[in-house]
């Protein structure tokens, strides 16, 4: 690859390159949506390794000394567009990053963590925490190796950090959680003088064909474009993308809880509909991926939470709803619905949490991983840890490990630093929807009548079409004027949470 190679033949050897590698990624992406929907599960060993073996092909083929060169040579020459030049240095980062890793390392880690599933799926079924800790401790000197490795300023967590949200540091997340908790403790203190509110129309034999039925209409009803997508049930829903042209979820039935499918299922539309509106002509480089994960999930949680959980929504969906399952909603109206699905109560476990208490999930996860990585705590510890923060925050006893520290799946993937994005999406997700209902007039109104494309269009002109252009900051910045703040969600939550509780009326967004 000489210098008198001319750069649009330069970049397509780049763009080649990347391609090819997200062709490898996202076989093994399909692979991977295979496992958890339809694959026998006699099939597992094998499977394991067949995505293993991807997996390493696509990591050593990015990490190739050859990759680096083309991207040096690149990023010297004046001649690049301003779209070749982001790709080109968000490549870069990913390279820089990538290569800090040996292989010996990535391999010892993978194995262990593999290990560490299979012990943590045993310890969760026996509730016993010794079974795992072991693991644990395995997995946590690793991930301090791993910070040293990728490297850090000022706390070995941020480098862990900064691996699912760019930039995202112990100390920004310090600044918004201290500024969260007391916020939030204030307000659940009112709610919790009120009456508490009546969630009986959702506990009721739902049938499950009938569940399944009103999900792909909504889905269909919510922008969902079946042409590029299908869904199909998991054991834990997820959304899964090959390229922006298939972007698949899944979703479970609870017959006797009708929430327990149906905003899951519009969490993950939430997902989708971001990765189907990436730029198609941008597969394999960055600027056809999301922004960060913390985006990725303002995505989800403005569709799920803002959106699927306003009285605008139940009202348009009442009728809807009613129309699959008439007997269980006679009695009942929109109002009804809306109260109900927004019922709060501190509770044990993370994914059942309504979107107040969650914060104090993510907080108590965010400060034992934090422990964890400076050595302040031990790991036999965690469990007596764990009960002094639920007592303390949501003042609930924890009965024990399998309802307690056992309940995620993310220590025994080895991802330490996952859980704060789920607090920064819902953060950046109000902060995205105050801006929204400020500049489309009479948005209420249009979210009662159906008018789920307007969100759309919105989203997709101020965020999908961007890819990962910006980091989360520089595209909350850019969209809402300012960083990241919490305000935008604690007002967001006072005024929708006092008129459930109906304790205050005024200043209220129907
Ligand atoms: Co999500």
């Given at each position: 690859?000489?210098q008198?190679?001319?750069t649009?033949?330069?970049?397509?050897?780049?763009?080649?390159?990347?391609?090819?590698?997200?062709?490898?990624?996202?076989?093994?992406?399909?692979?991977?949506?295979?496992?958890?929907?339809?694959?026998?599960?006699?099939?597992?060993?094998?499977?394991?390794?067949?995505?293993?073996?991807?997996?390493?092909?696509?990591?050593?083929?990015?990490?190739?000394?050859?990759?680096?060169?083309?991207?040096?040579n690149l990023l010297e020459r004046k001649d690049l567009t301003e779209?070749q030049r982001?790709?080109?240095?968000?490549?870069?980062?990913?390279?820089?990053?990538?290569?800090?890793?040996?292989?010996?390392?990535?391999?010892?880690?993978?194995?262990?963590?593999?290990?560490?599933?299979?012990?943590?799926?045993?310890?969760?079924?026996?509730?016993?925490?010794?079974?795992?800790?072991?693991?644990?401790?395995?997995?946590?000197?690793?991930?301090?190796?791993?910070?040293?490795?990728?490297?850090?300023?000022?706390?070995?967590?941020?480098?862990?950090?900064?691996?699912?949200?760019?930039?995202?540091?112990?100390?920004?997340?310090?600044?918004?959680?201290?500024?969260?908790?007391?916020?939030?403790?204030?307000?659940?203190?009112?709610?919790?003088?009120?009456?508490?509110?009546?969630?009986?129309?959702?506990?009721?034999?739902?049938?499950?064909?009938?569940?399944?039925?009103?999900?792909?209409?909504?889905?269909?009803?919510?922008?969902?474009?079946?042409?590029?997508?299908?869904?199909?049930?998991?054991?834990?829903?997820?959304?899964?993308?090959?390229?922006?042209?298939?972007?698949?979820?899944?979703?479970?039935?609870?017959?006797?809880?009708?929430?327990?499918?149906?905003?899951?299922?519009?969490?993950?539309?939430?997902?989708?509909?971001?990765?189907?509106?990436?730029?198609?002509?941008?597969?394999?480089?960055?600027?056809?991926?999301?922004?960060?994960?913390?985006?990725?999930?303002?995505?989800?949680?403005?569709?799920?939470?803002?959106?699927?959980?306003?009285?605008?929504?139940?009202?348009?969906?009442?009728?809807?709803?009613?129309?699959?399952?008439?007997?269980?909603?006679?009695?009942?109206?929109?109002?009804?619905?809306?109260?109900?699905?927004?019922?709060?109560?501190?509770?044990?476990?993370?994914?059942?949490?309504?979107?107040?208490?969650?914060?104090?999930?993510?907080?108590?996860?965010?400060?034992?991983?934090?422990?964890?990585?400076?050595?302040?705590?031990?790991?036999?510890?965690?469990?007596?840890?764990?009960?002094?923060?639920?007592?303390?925050?949501?003042?609930?006893?924890?009965?024990?490990?399998?309802?307690?520290?056992?309940?995620?799946?993310?220590?025994?993937?080895?991802?330490?630093?996952?859980?704060?994005?789920?607090?920064?999406?819902?953060?950046?997700?109000?902060?995205?929807?105050?801006?929204?209902?400020?500049?489309?007039?009479?948005?209420?109104?249009?979210?009662?009548?159906?008018?789920?494309?307007?969100?759309?269009?919105?989203?997709?002109?101020?965020?999908?079409?961007?890819?990962?252009?910006?980091?989360?900051?520089?595209?909350?910045?850019?969209?809402?004027?300012?960083?990241?703040?919490?305000?935008?969600?604690?007002?967001?939550?006072?005024?929708?949470?006092?008129?459930?509780?109906?304790?205050?009326?005024?200043?209220?967004?129907?």
């Amino acid at each position: 690859m000489d210098q008198l190679t001319t750069t649009p033949a330069l970049y397509e050897a780049y763009k080649k390159r990347l391609q090819e590698i997200a062709d490898i990624r996202y076989a093994t992406a399909l692979l991977q949506w295979d496992q958890e929907t339809y694959m026998p599960a006699g099939s597992i060993t094998t499977r394991s390794r067949q995505i293993a073996t991807l997996s390493e092909l696509a990591h050593a083929r990015f990490t190739e000394s050859v990759t680096g060169e083309l991207l040096t040579n690149l990023l010297e020459r004046k001649d690049l567009t301003e779209e070749q030049r982001s790709n080109l240095e968000l490549s870069q980062y990913d390279y820089q990053q990538q290569v800090k890793l040996p292989s010996g390392f990535v391999r010892e880690l993978s194995e262990t963590i593999s290990n560490s599933f299979n012990h943590w799926v045993e310890a969760r079924k026996n509730n016993s925490f010794s079974l795992f800790a072991p693991w644990l401790e395995k997995l946590v000197t690793l991930k301090r190796k791993e910070a040293e490795l990728m490297g850090y300023e000022h706390h070995p967590y941020d480098a862990l950090l900064n691996q699912y949200e760019r930039g995202c540091t112990t100390e920004l997340l310090d600044q918004l959680f201290s500024r969260l908790k007391p916020a939030l403790a204030e307000l659940l203190a009112e709610i919790k003088q009120q009456p508490q509110v009546e969630n009986r129309i959702l506990k009721q034999h739902f049938q499950e064909d009938q569940q399944w039925a009103f999900s792909m209409d909504l889905l269909e009803k919510m922008g969902y474009n079946f042409h590029f997508g299908r869904q199909d049930k998991a054991a834990h829903p997820f959304t899964i993308n090959f390229s922006s042209e298939d972007v698949r979820i899944t979703t479970r039935v609870r017959e006797e809880d009708i929430s327990y499918m149906t905003w899951s299922t519009i969490h993950e539309l939430g997902h989708a509909l971001y990765e189907l509106g990436l730029p198609n002509n941008q597969y394999g480089l960055p600027l056809g991926e999301a922004a960060s994960l913390g985006i990725h999930e303002s995505q989800s949680r403005l569709w799920e939470n803002n959106i699927g959980r306003s009285l605008a929504w139940c009202t348009h969906f009442f009728p809807v709803l009613k129309s699959y399952f008439p007997q269980q909603l006679e009695p009942y109206g929109p109002e009804d619905l809306f109260r109900a699905i927004n019922k709060v109560q501190p509770s044990l476990i993370r994914t059942e949490a309504d979107e107040l208490t969650y914060h104090f999930h993510i907080i108590i996860r965010y400060e034992v991983e934090k422990a964890l990585v400076e050595g302040s705590l031990e790991v036999n510890a965690v469990p007596e840890f764990w009960k002094q923060r639920y007592q303390h925050y949501l003042g609930i006893d924890v009965p024990d490990d399998s309802n307690g520290c056992l309940q995620d799946v993310h220590w025994s993937h080895g991802s330490f630093g996952y859980f704060p994005t789920y607090s920064l999406g819902s953060i950046y997700a109000a902060q995205f929807y105050a801006t929204l209902v400020k500049q489309v007039p009479k948005f209420e109104k249009l979210l009662q009548e159906g008018e789920f494309e307007i969100v759309k269009n919105w989203l997709s002109d101020n965020v999908y079409i961007h890819g990962r252009k910006y980091t989360s900051e520089e595209l909350c910045r850019r969209i809402t004027g300012k960083g990241i703040d919490p305000e935008d969600f604690m007002q967001y939550a006072r005024d929708k949470y006092r008129f459930i509780y109906a304790y205050k009326l005024e200043g209220i967004i129907l």
